[in-house]
């Protein structure tokens, strides 16, 4: 049985990542939200486009108000209002200033602006009546960003400020790598879907859901097989259809022991390599991951126990998809965060034991509450609201209350 750390490295090396010429889309920039940028972005504009204004105030020259506080006011002769997208028409000359407004350009002669709340407009001029800092308020052209510089690097989620500094830079249409294209089937006859109505013995199939969802937010296309029977040779024509068709196929059941678990032995007639059958984690010791040469497709075989399936889903197979989706190396994860415990935490020490609950920021750092209920790999129910897992390594079997533990951070969004 692997450690967790080793399943971790396996599965990471197993994964090649999308191509940078091969996996590409062009696209319109509002529909970037939550796309991965593929190649780096440069922009023929510096940032900002021009000298100006950070500040309603007037334009003036510094040397002609280096001086002035309230016993000294300096008097300057307003020439031009300069307002927000108006090209200015005259040089300032010393004893002279020009009223502008935030963002508006500054005209040529004026290095500094003086906010208007430190001065006196009397008709067409205007009183200093306090000093400046040389150059204050003044946003000059190319301070944030340079032309022909990289401004966005390859690897990252597209969101609200990278989009937003896209359209800054007037690029409307963007190269992001596709979606991986990602299989969900669930096993077993006791499963049935939530319009069904449930009859004695019966479960429904929440797995799929929770995966299909979590696969969506981080921006899988993501395709449904549905429920599948506990018989071979359905089984098999499925995986077999799927594994063409995917860059992962994740199950959710039949990896396990039991009479009627036949995933590995299909996926060996199909030709795949396994290199995961068991992973020292609780929950989720059962963990299946293949790998198909011929069809480049990726399989994890998760448990069917749905806190176990969401928990092999966050600390095995969401780094493996964004090394595949193209995310920058660093940005793999899981994230661990060291939190203090609110709540004794046990484990009987034979496995790295991941126990659910909730990561907040306190006032001295982090902290991790339980979750309430037991902490069953098949009660979902308290499952929810969940931010965080904390982590209780091999061979220990108390943490206590107080003591910080390592806590894998869960995140909803890409």
Same mark, same amino acid.
């Given at each position: 049985?692997?450690?967790?750390?080793?399943?971790?490295?396996?599965? /990471?090396? /197993?994964?090649?990542?999308?191509?940078?010429?091969?996996?590409?889309?062009?696209?319109?920039?509002?529909? &970037?939200?939550?796309?991965?940028? &593929?190649?780096?972005?440069?922009?023929? /504009?510096?940032?900002?486009?021009?000298?100006?204004?950070?500040?309603?105030?007037?334009?003036?020259?510094?040397?002609?108000?280096?001086?002035?506080?309230?016993?000294?006011?300096?008097?300057?002769?307003?020439?031009?209002?300069?307002?927000?997208?108006?090209?200015?028409?005259?040089?300032?000359?010393?004893?002279?200033? &020009?009223?502008?407004?935030?963002?508006?350009?500054?005209?040529?002669? &004026?290095?500094?602006?003086?906010?208007?709340?430190?001065?006196?407009?009397?008709?067409?001029?205007?009183?200093?009546?306090?000093?400046?800092?040389?150059?204050?308020?003044?946003?000059?052209?190319?301070?944030?960003?340079?032309?022909?510089?990289?401004?966005?690097?390859?690897?990252?989620?597209?969101?609200?400020?990278?989009?937003?500094?896209?359209?800054?830079?007037?690029?409307?249409?963007?190269?992001?790598?596709?979606?991986?294209?990602?299989?969900?089937?669930?096993?077993?006859?006791?499963?049935?879907?939530?319009?069904?109505?449930?009859?004695?013995?019966? /479960?429904?199939?929440?797995?799929?859901?929770?995966?299909?969802?979590?696969?969506?937010?981080?921006?899988?296309?993501?395709?449904?097989?549905?429920?599948?029977?506990?018989?071979?040779?359905?089984?098999?024509?499925?995986?077999?259809?799927?594994?063409?068709?995917?860059?992962?196929?994740? @199950?959710?059941?039949?990896?396990?022991?039991?009479?009627?678990?036949?995933?590995?032995?299909?996926?060996?007639?199909?030709?795949?390599?396994?290199?995961?059958?068991?992973?020292?984690?609780?929950?989720?010791?059962?963990?299946?991951?293949?790998?198909?040469?011929?069809?480049?497709?990726?399989?994890?075989?998760?448990?069917?126990?749905?806190?176990?399936?969401?928990?092999?889903?966050?600390?095995?197979?969401?780094?493996?998809?964004?090394?595949?989706?193209?995310?920058?190396?660093?940005?793999?994860?899981?994230?661990?965060?060291?939190?203090? @415990?609110?709540?004794?935490?046990?484990?009987?020490?034979?496995?790295?034991?991941?126990?659910?609950?909730?990561?907040?920021?306190?006032?001295?750092?982090?902290?991790?509450?339980?979750?309430?209920?037991?902490? @069953?790999?098949?009660?979902?129910?308290?499952?929810?609201?969940?931010?965080?897992?904390?982590?209780?390594?091999?061979?220990?079997?108390?943490?206590?209350?107080?003591?910080?533990?390592?806590?894998?951070?869960?995140?909803?969004?890409?």
């Amino acid at each position: 049985m692997l450690q967790v750390n080793q399943a971790e490295s396996i599965i /990471l090396n /197993l994964v090649q990542p999308l191509d940078s010429e091969r996996d590409v889309e062009t696209i319109d920039l509002l529909t &970037a939200s939550g796309r991965i940028l &593929a190649n780096p972005v440069t922009s023929k /504009l510096d940032f900002p486009h021009w000298d100006n204004s950070a500040m309603d105030g007037y334009a003036v020259k510094f040397a002609d108000v280096k001086d002035c506080n309230p016993e000294n006011p300096i008097s300057l002769e307003i020439v031009e209002e300069i307002p927000a997208g108006y090209q200015p028409q005259k040089q300032i000359e010393s004893g002279q200033t &020009a009223r502008i407004f935030t963002g508006a350009c500054m005209p040529q002669g &004026a290095d500094t602006v003086v906010m208007q709340e430190v001065t006196k407009r009397e008709d067409d001029r205007v009183v200093i009546l306090e000093t400046p800092q040389p150059q204050e308020f003044v946003r000059y052209r190319g301070s944030f960003y340079q032309a022909g510089t990289p401004v966005l690097n390859p690897g990252i989620y597209l969101g609200a400020p990278e989009i937003a500094v896209l359209a800054a830079l007037q690029c409307p249409q963007i190269n992001v790598y596709r979606r991986p294209k990602v299989g969900i089937i669930s096993t077993g006859n006791e499963l049935v879907t939530p319009e069904q109505p449930l009859q004695v013995g019966q /479960l429904v199939d929440s797995n799929q859901y929770a995966l299909a969802v979590t696969l969506e937010e981080m921006g899988a296309e993501v395709i449904r097989f549905g429920i599948l029977p506990d018989e071979r040779e359905i089984l098999q024509q499925t995986i077999a259809e799927a594994i063409v068709n995917t860059d992962f196929l994740l @199950s959710t059941g039949g990896v396990s022991v039991g009479d009627y678990d036949y995933i590995e032995e299909i996926l060996t007639a199909l030709g795949a390599e396994i290199h995961i059958h068991f992973v020292a984690v609780k929950p989720g010791k059962p963990l299946t991951v293949a790998q198909f040469s011929d069809a480049q497709c990726l399989y994890f075989g998760l448990p069917g126990n749905p806190v176990s399936a969401l928990v092999s889903f966050w600390r095995f197979v969401q780094p493996a998809l964004k090394k595949l989706a193209g995310v920058n190396e660093a940005e793999w994860g899981p994230e661990f965060l060291m939190a203090r @415990s609110l709540q004794d935490l046990h484990s009987n020490g034979k496995r790295e034991t991941y126990l659910w609950g909730k990561l907040n920021l306190g006032n001295d750092g982090y902290e991790f509450k339980l979750a309430g209920g037991s902490h @069953s790999s098949g009660n979902l129910i308290n499952l929810a609201g969940t931010t965080g897992l904390a982590v209780v390594p091999i061979n220990e079997t108390l943490i206590p209350a107080g003591e910080l533990v390592q806590v894998l951070k869960i995140s909803f969004t890409s």
